[in-house]
C-alpha cells in the first residue's frame, strides 16, 4: 500500500468512529450544536471514500486516452467535498435557525462536551498528519481532506466553548444560535477548498512553482542562456508539467542544442523542490 491510499484509509476509519462518537453525543444532549458537528462527519465519511477512489484512480499510468495522467481526478474529488462541506453548511444554517425560534431543551451537555473535546483532538492530530503527507507527495486530495478535518476541528472547538457557557449560563437558544454561526463558517471553508479545486481544473497557474524554476536557473545560468519566456505550468495531481520557450544561439548545431535542453530538465529536477516534466522549445 502506498503512503498516499495508507493516509486516506487511516482518515477513512477514522472518519467513521468519529461520525460515530458524534451521533451518540447528540443523541444524549439534543444539542443542536452537536448535531452539526456529527453532520459534518457524515461528509468526511463520504468526502474520505471519494478521496480514496481518486488516488487509487490517479496512482494509475498513463494511458492512451489520457497521456497526462489521472492527476486531475484529485482535483475534482476536492471540487466534491468542498460542494459537500458547503451543502452541509447551508442545512446546518437551516436547521439551527428553525431552532433558535422554537427553542428545545438540551441535557447531559457536560458528557457531551467530553466526546465532542476528544474527537476535535483526533480530528487535529490526523488532520494534521493528511496536510503533512499531502505536501510530501504534491496530493492536493491529501491536502484537502487534511483541511476539512482541521476546519472540523475549529467546529469542535467552537461547539465546546458554547457547551461550556450554556452549562454556566443556562441559555439554551444560545445553542442555535453557536451552530448557525458554525454553519456559516463551514459554507465559508466549503467555499474556499471548492475555490481552489475550480483553480486547478482549469490549469491556474501556480506562481510558487514559477518563482522555484526561475531562482534555479538564475542561480545556475548558462551563458549560452540568452533568454527564458512564456514559462507556464500545470498540476496533474502529483505530477508538475513545466512549458517554457528557451534562446540560444543561433550558430548552435542540433546536438549543443539537445545538450543545453537536457541540462535545463535536470538542473530544475534536481535543484528543484518538486519533480517535473519539461516540455522546452528551443
Not at 451518540?24 to 471519494?50: K, M, P, Q, R
Amino acid at each position: 500500500m502506498t503512503v498516499k491510499k495508507k493516509a486516506i484509509v487511516i482518515s477513512l476509519v477514522v472518519s467513521v468512529v468519529l461520525m460515530l462518537a458524534k451521533f451518540v453525543a447528540y443523541f444524549i444532549t439534543g444539542s443542536n450544536s452537536i448535531l452539526t458537528d456529527a453532520a459534518e462527519s457524515i461528509v468526511n465519511v463520504i468526502a474520505g471514500s471519494f478521496a480514496f477512489y481518486s488516488i487509487y484512480l490517479s496512482t494509475q499510468p498513463r494511458d492512451e486516452n489520457h497521456p497526462y495522467g489521472h492527476g486531475k481526478v484529485e482535483f475534482f474529488s476536492a471540487f466534491v467535498e468542498g460542494i459537500l462541506i458547503l451543502l452541509a453548511g447551508v442545512i446546518i444554517i437551516f436547521k439551527s435557525s428553525y431552532n433558535l425560534v422554537y427553542p428545545h431543551a438540551v441535557g447531559q451537555l457536560l458528557e457531551g462536551t467530553l466526546i465532542i473535546g476528544i474527537t476535535g483532538l483526533v480530528n487535529m492530530i490526523v488532520g494534521l498528519y493528511l496536510i503533512n503527507v499531502g505536501k510530501d507527495q504534491h496530493s492536493v486530495t491529501l491536502q484537502a481532506d487534511g483541511k476539512h478535518l482541521l476546519t472540523d476541528t475549529y467546529t469542535s472547538a467552537a461547539i465546546v466553548v458554547g457547551l461550556i457557557l450554556i452549562q454556566l449560563t443556562n441559555i439554551i437558544w444560545f445553542d442555535s444560535l453557536l451552530s448557525v454561526l458554525v454553519g456559516f463558517y463551514i459554507v465559508y471553508s466549503g467555499y474556499k477548498l471548492t475555490r481552489g479545486s475550480v483553480g486547478g481544473l482549469m490549469d491556474e497557474s501556480d506562481f510558487t512553482l514559477v518563482e522555484e524554476v526561475v531562482e534555479v536557473l538564475q542561480n545556475n545560468r548558462h551563458n549560452p542562456w540568452i533568454d527564458v519566456h512564456n514559462l507556464r505550468t500545470q498540476q496533474y495531481g502529483p505530477e508538475f508539467h513545466i512549458d517554457c520557450h528557451v534562446t540560444l544561439p543561433y550558430y548552435f548545431d542540433l546536438n549543443k542544442v539537445h545538450r543545453e535542453i537536457s541540462q535545463i530538465d535536470e538542473l530544475i529536477n534536481k535543484e528543484g523542490f518538486r519533480k517535473a516534466e519539461l516540455f522546452i522549445h528551443a
